[in-house]
């Protein structure tokens, strides 16, 4: 009977914590001082929370306020990201071997890692739109390539662990420019890039690059359950199923990591409420 009292207790302590960790998603700019339209999350702590005004744009789900100030209407690209085509944004590497790496990504690593949504990239990589950036395009032929036994992937052609090299300098230069202004595609990007870097086996920078995502993934509220966005124009379901997809891979990914090297987690259970 007293265990069974202690366990109720824990439990209503561990609801009380998550409680306590629910904060605020918001695209209101008296909140995201950078106005670059992305969402943003802000504990329960934050001073600038006093900055939002009257609760007329927002909505409570849960117990956790959300801010529903969208733009006039959500656009599919970016306007910080210069219109670039796939080719020249893969280094000017022909057509058919990019498919052939893009492809490569999908069937291997995909499966298992699914920070990217492959229908909305593609679409993207066709069409222009939000889903598609240099940055993660260049990602995903690195990784791509370290499944290719090409040789012309390889900037050493007598050094297999070589393979990818040349993307992955290129999208480091590209993430530089990036995280100036960070999207749903830099928190995948950065995901990517930290997998190319293990398959390098340089585990610190995987290690550092994945941590970058994590938290780039708490800045811009992927932790929270964006359910209370659905009947509004801030974001549209596909951007909303995207976005817990982005952050239950990361999520299983830093339990698998923290288990490898024995390190503690860096995404926390109570942080979480996205469904």
């Known amino acids: 009977m007293n ?28 909140l995201n001082f950078d106005q670059d339209g992305e969402m943003r999350y802000f504990g329960p702590t934050s001073g600038r929370l006093q900055f939002q005004g009257s609760s007329s744009n927002r909505v409570s789900i ?9 733009p006039d209407q959500v656009s599919d690209s ?13 280094m000017g590497v022909p057509k058919d071997v990019q498919d052939h790496l893009i492809d490569l990504y999908f069937r291997w690593e995909q499966p298992w890692y699914a920070v990217v949504d492959e229908e909305l990239f593609r679409e993207s990589m066709n069409n222009g739109g939000r889903y598609w950036t240099p940055l993660l395009h260049n990602c995903i032929l690195a990784l791509g390539s370290r499944y290719s036994d090409r040789v012309d992937v390889r900037s050493d052609p007598d050094d297999p662990n070589t393979a990818g090299k040349s993307f992955l300098e290129e999208a480091k230069t ?3 420019r990036e995280m100036e202004r960070p999207s749903l595609t830099t928190i995948q990007a950065l995901g990517l890039i930290g997998m190319v870097y293990i398959a390098m ?23 929270l359950d964006p359910a209370g966005f659905e009947e509004t124009n801030a974001m549209t379901p596909r951007e909303i199923q995207l976005r817990r997809q982005i952050y239950w891979t990361l999520y299983c990914h830093d339990k698998l990591s923290s288990s490898y090297t024995g390190r503690i987690c860096s995404m926390l259970v109570v942080a979480g409420t996205v469904f």
């Open 201 to 223: 086996g340089a585990d610190a920078a995987g290690w550092l690059h994945h941590g970058m995502a994590n938290r780039l993934s708490l800045d811009m509220g992927l932790n």
């Open 78 to 90: 970016y306007g910080y990201i210069d219109p670039i085509d796939p080719i020249t944004a893969g």
């Open 174 to 176: 590209q993430l530089h």
């Open 62 to 70: 849960d117990g956790s306020a959300f801010s529903v100030s969208p």
């Open 3 to 30: 265990g069974s009292i202690r366990h109720d207790d824990a439990s209503s302590d561990m609801d009380s914590l998550a409680e306590n960790f629910k904060g605020r998603l918001a695209l209101d700019e008296s």
